[in-house]
């Protein structure tokens, strides 16, 4: 006990150390991903030994990481996503590079496995006891689940067996099988409660319930696919053996895994699972084939989206012949027209398929599509349903030929062709009601200004009664004038007005992304707005300029400066900083991630070959972070970052006494 009450007295003096740093003195001496990392395991280590709480911890205060449900948490590595291959000719290609790779000659192991198609979950032990689990967020921010995943029995709190590394990362895939999935909903129904449309959503909302009560009595099970932090046991050099060890730990693994040699044993394991799949009681969408050896995994690396070591070899999605009812074109927030083609209801893996985007003008000419045609649907990459195919020969005299608008469906306007891609857009903006409406509801959508509780209905039915005209004037409604649309009572119209206010409060690249710049995603606002920090200077820009941005390239450039040349867009932008009041700070949270890291504003020289990334995608990364990139070292250099086969920019920094930092570090650092 008095080991453990030290334990705790060290990690509250370290946090509370690190929070006066943080919020007093403005400065961050560890990363967002160590502070999360103590603060759990003083919360575990609290939670285990309720006498030793103390009011003065800093888990009790207000405001503190764990107060409320599904913080965030900062995953030690990216959880990235696999390439995707449906074809033999595909997984072949993959097979090739890796063997190409260093002209690789000796045998290549494989390692087959499900692609489970469930929720994907990280979870933290340190000395064998669960401190942390988190879901996947969007890869690098995930939602802290702890308190709920304590309560899935599949998933060891305390590991068991030897060998257990001090800290250890397991990562896999929550599923619920097809039969206790039926089971929940036919008991959802009998409780008149909403029921969930597939496995993967049931698995998914069962984990993040607010109440842990609820995820430990929905039947949850956790497959391990993955881990981190393996070092200790760098004697076992093969995932295959990983897993297997992560078994006795205390995981659960499919036991539908395989070692290859040979493509066509791969393809073996793929056919016979394509063909059990039905028969089995969860849900596949193919299988995973990864390198077995880990140190080949090492040198392989990954690209900035996926490890070159591992691919899905998916199963080819199901296809289903309908009816096409009617074709609408749908006018989006920048203006472009979209063909919908609404279809007559038809189930495609679980889910109900009723409309499928047919693109553009080309899309409808290749298919040779009419309406009342019967038609070939998929969903593309088991996702998003897409038509394939018109069956002609069974074409009816009903049939309509599908002519694209020449006039905006919604304003009327001419419709304009563009020159470089095969997109018909309205160019009217804010003077078509389609557009202004999009726009309103982007503008104060989540990734945007996040007002809560303005969805698209009730923007909608303000624009319709009048009662907001633009942007601006959502700034000035009132709760009596939100009472005028139905369902918004008194409580909740003020809820609405005082997000509003908050909303004013942002950051540059929210704001950005907020205006619906053609072209311009919530990446390229992220760099646009450390770049310009002001919205005077971006007004005040040009092409060239823009196009020095990183992620900026013609296109988007001229995407830019179409937009900021327009007068009404200027005074837009004008009136809401000046007048409305919208304001960020001025190191708005992205440049004070950047400044946590070492390398913000830092000089940097690359010499050597890197394993983990190209060259190019390290200068990406280091720019990413805020860093600049030169190419000799000398005495303003701050560090030289080395990989293997080092020139003489790696004695020059020794002698410049310029601090040297290899691969390693470098990944570790980023
Ligand atoms: S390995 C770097 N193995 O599929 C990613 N993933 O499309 C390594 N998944 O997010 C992932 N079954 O959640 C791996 N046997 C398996 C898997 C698997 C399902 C999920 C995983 C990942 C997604 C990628």
Request: with cysteine.
């Amino acid at each position: 006990m008095k080991s453990i009450k030290k334990k705790i007295a060290i990690l509250r003096k370290k946090i509370l150390k690190y929070e006066y740093f943080y919020h007093t003195l403005d400065q961050s001496i560890i990363s967002d991903v160590e502070y999360d990392y103590l603060f759990n395991r003083l919360y575990h280590l609290e939670s285990q030994n309720p006498e030793l709480i103390t009011s003065d911890s800093p888990t009790q205060k207000i405001g503190s990481h764990r107060i409320n449900k599904f913080k965030k948490i900062v995953h030690f590595s990216p959880m990235l996503s696999l390439e995707n291959t449906f074809s033999l000719y595909g997984y072949l290609n993959f097979q090739k590079k890796i063997k190409s790779f260093k002209h690789c000659l000796r045998e290549i192991s494989f390692c087959c496995e499900l692609k489970l198609d469930g929720v994907a979950l990280s979870i933290v032990y340190e000395e064998g006891e669960l401190i942390q689990a988190g879901t996947r967020g969007d890869g690098y921010i995930g939602e802290n689940v702890t308190d709920n995943v304590r309560m899935i029995k599949s998933i060891p709190i305390k590991l068991k067996g030897y060998n257990i590394p001090k800290r250890l990362e397991i990562r896999g895939e929550i599923i619920i099988l097809k039969s206790d999935f039926i089971e929940l909903n036919n008991q959802l129904k009998i409780n008149n409660k909403k029921i969930f449309s597939n496995p993967r959503n049931a698995a998914a909302g069962s984990l993040r319930q607010i109440n842990p009560i609820i995820t430990a009595q929905r039947k949850l099970l956790f497959f391990c696919h993955g881990y981190n932090f393996f070092n200790e046991l760098d004697d076992i050099s093969s995932h295959y053996h990983r897993l297997k060890k992560c078994q006795e730990w205390g995981f659960l693994i499919k036991e539908e895994m395989l070692l290859c040699y040979t493509s066509a044993e791969v393809y073996n394991f793929y056919k016979n699972l394509q063909e059990k799949r039905c028969l089995l009681d969860f849900h596949i969408d193919g299988i995973v084939v990864k390198v077995d050896s880990i140190p080949l995994q090492n040198k392989l690396g990954f690209n900035t989206k996926f490890p070159r070591w591992a691919i899905a070899f998916k199963f080819p999605s199901e296809e289903h012949i309908t009816r096409l009812i009617k074709i609408k074109f749908q006018v989006g927030r920048t203006g472009v027209i979209t063909p919908v083609g609404y279809l007559e209801p038809i189930q495609i893996s679980g889910v109900i398929v009723k409309k499928a985007s047919l693109y553009n003008e080309n899309e409808i000419n290749r298919l040779n599509i009419h309406i009342n045609d019967f038609v070939i649907v998929c969903r593309s990459g088991d996702v998003i349903p897409k038509i394939i195919g018109v069956l002609e020969e069974r074409r009816l005299h009903d049939a309509e030929k599908i002519f694209f608008p020449i006039f905006c469906p919604a304003c009327k306007s001419k419709l304009i062709k563009n020159k470089e891609e095969p997109i018909i857009r309205c160019h009217s903006g804010f003077t078509c009601h389609a557009q202004k409406q999009k726009m309103i509801h982007h503008f104060f959508s989540k990734s945007a200004l996040n007002v809560m509780g303005l969805g698209p209905e009730i923007i909608k039915k303000l624009i319709k009664n009048n009662i907001i005209q633009n942007i601006n004037s959502v700034f000035f409604l009132t709760s009596l004038q939100l009472q005028q649309i139905d369902n918004i009572k008194e409580k909740k119209s003020i809820s609405i007005i005082n997000a509003i206010i908050n909303c004013k409060k942002t950051t540059f690249s929210r704001f950005i992304y907020a205006l619906s710049i053609p072209h311009v995603g919530k990446m390229v606002s992220n760099n646009i707005a450390a770049y310009f920090k002001t919205a005077q200077k971006l007004l005040d820009t040009n092409i060239l300029e823009l196009s020095i941005i990183p992620g900026v390239g013609k296109i988007i450039a001229n995407s830019i400066f179409c937009y900021i040349s327009s007068p009404s867009n200027r005074r837009i932008i004008m009136e809401l900083t000046n007048n409305i009041g919208i304001f960020w700070d001025k190191e708005e949270i992205s440049s004070k991630i950047l400044k946590k890291t070492l390398f913000f504003n830092k000089r940097i020289v690359l010499t050597g070959t890197f394993i983990h990334y190209s060259r190019k995608q390290c200068i990406n990364i280091l720019v990413g972070l805020g860093a600049k990139i030169s190419n000799t070292v000398s005495k303003n250099t701050d560090f030289l970052i080395y990989g293997n086969k080092v020139g003489s920019k790696y004695s020059n920094a020794l002698r410049l006494k310029v601090e040297v930092i290899n691969e390693e570090k470098f990944l570790m650092l980023i």
